[in-house]
T-cell receptor, first 116, second 115 residues
Framework: EAGVAQSPRYKIIEKRQSVAFWCNPI?????LYWYQQILGQGPKLLIQFQNNGVVDDSQLPKDRFSAERLKGVDSTLKIQPAKLEDSAVYLC??????????????FGSGTRLTVV | AQKVTQAQTEISVVEKEDVTLDCVYETRDTTYYLFWYKQPPSGELVFLIRRNSFDEQNEISGRYSWNFQKSTSSFNFTITASQVVDSAVYFC????????????FGQGTRLTINP
C-alpha cells in the first residue's frame, strides 16, 4: 500500500513569513496526526484529527499555527508568521483503530523547515 | 498522564558488541501499546515493534529482542552483535486508552556503532 505522503520535503523561509505543509494519509486511515520534531528531541504532537474533526490540539500554538483536514482525507498545516524556534521537522502520521485495537501508525518522511 | 523516559541520551559501542536501550513508561490506563522506532540520518521513522499491554512475552526478531516487564514499567530493546548500520536514533513510544490515541515519544537514544 502507498505510504503517507508529505510535501514539500524541505523548506527555508525567513522569520515572519508564512509556510504550509501538506499531508495525504494512507487510504482508509481515519486518524491523522501532525508532529513537530525539534533537533535532538522526540516528536511532539501538535494536532490530531479523527476524520475531519479535531480530537486534540492542546499543544498547537494557535496564535500562529493552524491546521485543517477538509473532507477527512488530506490535511494542511500552516504557520503564520514563522519564528526562529519553529525550525523543526514536521511529521504527518495516520493510524487505523477498531474498537480497542490499535493497529499502529504510519509516518511520512517529514518536512524539514528552517526559519532564518 | 502518559510519559516515556529514555535515560540514555547517547550510547557508543564497537561493532559486534551487544547493546541495550532502556525505556521506562508511565500510564494509568490498563490498555496501552508500546512501540520502538528507528530514525536513521535520513530522518524517517522506521517502525520496529508494537506490543500491547496484555502480552508480556518477550520477542526476538533476528538480532533484535525486546524485554517487556509490566512490574517495572519497562520495555527495553537489545541489539545483539551490533553492526554499523544499526547507528541511528531510537525512540520508545506509548499510546494508551482505546482506539486511535496519540503516540507519546521518549527523548530518544542516539546509538553509534563504531567499526
Amino acid at each position: 500500500e502507498a505510504g503517507v505522503a508529505q510535501s514539500p520535503r524541505y523548506k527555508i523561509i525567513e522569520k515572519r513569513q508564512s509556510v504550509a505543509f501538506w499531508c495525504n494519509p494512507i487510504s482508509g486511515h481515519a486518524t491523522l496526526y501532525w508532529y513537530q520534531q525539534i533537533l535532538g528531541q522526540g516528536p511532539k504532537l501538535l494536532i490530531q484529527f479523527q476524520n475531519n474533526g479535531v480530537v486534540d490540539d492542546s499543544q498547537l500554538p494557535k496564535d500562529r499555527f493552524s491546521a485543517e483536514r477538509l473532507k477527512g482525507v488530506d490535511s494542511t498545516l500552516k504557520i503564520q508568521p514563522a519564528k526562529l524556534e519553529d525550525s523543526a521537522v514536521y511529521l504527518c502520521a495516520s493510524s487505523l483503530a477498531e474498537g480497542r485495537i490499535n493497529y499502529g501508525y504510519t509516518f511520512g518522511s517529514g518536512t524539514r523547515l528552517t526559519v532564518v | 498522564a502518559q510519559k516515556v523516559t529514555q535515560a540514555q541520551t547517547e550510547i557508543s559501542v564497537v561493532e559486534k558488541e551487544d547493546v541495550t536501550l532502556d525505556c521506562v513508561y508511565e500510564t494509568r490506563d490498563t490498555t496501552y501499546y508500546l512501540f520502538w522506532y528507528k530514525q536513521p540520518p535520513s530522518g524517517e521513522l522506521v517502525f520496529l515493534i508494537r506490543r500491547n499491554s496484555f502480552d508480556e512475552q518477550n520477542e526476538i526478531s533476528g538480532r533484535y529482542s525486546w524485554n517487556f516487564q509490566k512490574s517495572t514499567s519497562s520495555f527495553n530493546f537489545t541489539i545483539t552483535a551490533s553492526q554499523v548500520v544499526d547507528s541511528a536514533v531510537y525512540f520508545c513510544a506509548l499510546t494508551s486508552g482505546q482506539g486511535a490515541q496519540k503516540l507519546v515519544f521518549g527523548q530518544g537514544t542516539r546509538l553509534t556503532i563504531n567499526p
